[in-house]
């Protein structure tokens, strides 16, 4: 991070307050971005409403237009006071930015794309920057860590899942023969996913006993298998913690792999890996 | 503990029989006590049912009244027992029994606030402290005492899923274009909640195909990350277990349980506990 | 085992037989026995289907008559050839063996009491019994040993889910107030246990916003504590195989519980406890 | 797997393009395949669509005669340049790619059976075969390898949740007295699986006071047990990684990997892995 810092007075000053939390200045920037960010998402909602959308229509506007501003701002302030530009216009959070910025302005222009309001909304995801920042909040970092290490193989998890349910889905198909809800392979792969997920919407539901009972074991294979993303998360959680360290001295190889000292009998460890 | 328990006589007696168990006053009281609360709260439930509201009007108002003197007097004997009377008042069982004693005073006065009945209910509560002073029943801590250490970060967590359901919500309000249930954004948002908890009523379903789509993805990804949750618990189950050292000099407290040393600074750990 | 085991001749060969799957004669007798209960179970399942009710009555009479016959001989057979009777018929299959073959002798007396029908599908409940026996299938005496340990902070858990259920549902009921399906508590009681869950039903679902809100924080709650139950669980399952041992000639203390030598320095283990 | 490779100059090319993936023209053909399976499953899909059905009627036809084509040819290539025919043929990826060839030309000669549809669904699996040749994707197989070894134990639980199922059901069945839904054991057993797998539908809800009891009972119970396969998946998941010693002597294979001698008998452990 030091090296991110830029050498000159204001924008090395602008780095503290918006990068870090630890000065008082960084703090009131953290807490009105947050206020900022949730003002912006009610506003959307609210927006949403038909009969505050048509009563409000001119103060959502320009509530939003004040925003915007106050984003465009922020945007502009983050990218000039980093050294390694292009590193934080290239991240995840550098995108969302830009992206909730976009999205308002393209909505002047055409105002009949809806689709960029979720746009908007993608700022939400900023409140995790900000959590991040606050020292006893280093949890969501855990959270997230444990999620990046795993997300592969939940996701492999996923595709064996979708693939049953496609299976699945199109036996359904033929066994209920084109009955209510079961009219085509893709609406019977929509009933096989909210069966196998436990989610149960109940707007699509077996009608012939052949049906039920196929269900039956659908819904048992999703209540069984729900154990393996569980196995992979518990395997990833405990192995962040987990890289022991051998101790020279003692032979003890149970120090934990951040450990600088042996934890039974004091001497320095020397990490090799 | 021991230094709350006041010297004198009889407020010793009352102090040994309400807040401990190992006598046989004190068990007695505890069931008592118990039947008390169950017996309170089947007023309440019955109370909601229309036909014996209006049968047994008078006898549920006198019934309660009663239950309401008990409660109020083992309370006062509750303050005046112990020694540091604010800790056990300001603790959340001391405003449990504050409350639901309080909420049927105050619905005397003004039997229109539907609101009071719940906090009667809160009651129930009580049932945990009953149950932590039964030596069998060490296990209710345990479970407390997991949830306690894990629940910061599964809120971090569940905050996650609700910014998740905000944004699948608000793009699903655009993909449906305000078809039955998807009307607003706070609709749809209730709808994704409804979905990636996998609880699934079925009282709001997507009608489109791309709905449908996204519906599926919203399913599969809440399907995959219950595992999250799980994850953190068991983390912290085990750590328990481990009963971490705190290092005087560096302060460390990410010390294994059977550390002689610390890890950080290779000091001497002292075991107080 | 041994001490159950009956001097004389063809009760030791009875016991063999029955309680044993050893022997060819042992495992016919199981495959028989299970044959029967699959059989006797298809038969009330089959008798509540109206239509085959009616056609069939005679036939499904005379099949249970025999059946019956089969097991209260089985029954007499293991009491007669096992040494510690009195163990036997108090144990839990004893009660069920018992129950089960009871329920169709009153059947005969009462046939309008519906509820001896549940009793006779205990029987399946004898299946592990019957798997039990079975070599390779140790994974059943696991499971239950696992469940064993732990069903009782999972009730301690799931009593606390309830109480949760009951204090939100009566608050659901005052904030819906009186709408379809909360017309009283234990209605509300109900829809707040299928939410907390994740079944959701959707026979009952919140109309109000309100209403709707205080749904979402309940899901979110019975989305996020299915983790605990899941720390229970692995925590008991990982103790059964972990009581880790000492080695008192070179210090290994990561040999298991049920090792009889160091797996470091081969050196007997001695157990103190 | 170097047994297999056949002598012969153009079958042992064949035979790395088809079973490796570490040579351009064996990354082509992979991907090549991939495409082949997505194209053939979604022509399943579309065809299902009762409007596209009718106006590509013959594209569909041809399309899909090619594609079995292709599949013929890979299916002769893959049996013809390996070297052990015969444990390919009756393998599990090999049954699944005759059936899914088989299916089509089978459907040729009787049109009206529609179940073939799904046989060629089945070649969705393939692409397992597929991503286990991707280096990067070593997280398949161990999620497979995970499953394979707790399936066993997931199986017997999910008989014993069957098996709750069948008896409350039965037990619901006679509380609801023929309901709507409730007609039958079966149809009652059916709701039971719905209930306690946490998907409930909603299309069968109980209707009774003592149904309603009984159901959440039922919820309680899914919703406290779906912790036992998770607890088996993470026992699994850390057994894999623990990698078991059997001891030559006493024939012990529950040693640890890293023991170097048995806990059993103390005979020294001899690694040739």
Redesign the interface.
Known sequence: MKVLIPEEGWKKKAFTIIYRADTPAGKLFDISLLVAILLS?LL??WE???LLNIKYREFFFYSEAILAFFFTIEYYLRVISIRNKKAYVLSTFGIIDLLSIFSFFVSLLFPQI??L??LR??R??R??RI?RLIPY?E??I??LK??QN?Y????????????IS??IG??M??IE?GSDGF?????S??WA???????????V?PST?GG?FL??IL??C?????????????????RI?RSIKLCKRCGNN???G???????????LITED
């Open positions: 998402t959307v909602i949403s409403l038909p809806h689709f309001i979720a909304l993608l939400l995801l409140i995790f959590l909040m949890e969501t855990y959270i444990a999620l795993s592969r193989k939940i996701l492999v998890f996923l595709l064996f899942v979708f693939i496609v299976i199109s036996l198909f033929i023969d009219g085509s392979i893709p609406q792969i929509y996913v909210v069966t196998i997920t436990t989610v149960g919407y109940g707007d539901a006993s039920k269900a039956m819904m048992l999703g209540y069984g298998i729900i154990a393996v993303p569980t196995g992979i998360m518990v395997r990833e959680t405990t913690r149970d120090n934990d951040d450990a600088r000292y042996c934890k039974r009998c004091g001497d320095k």
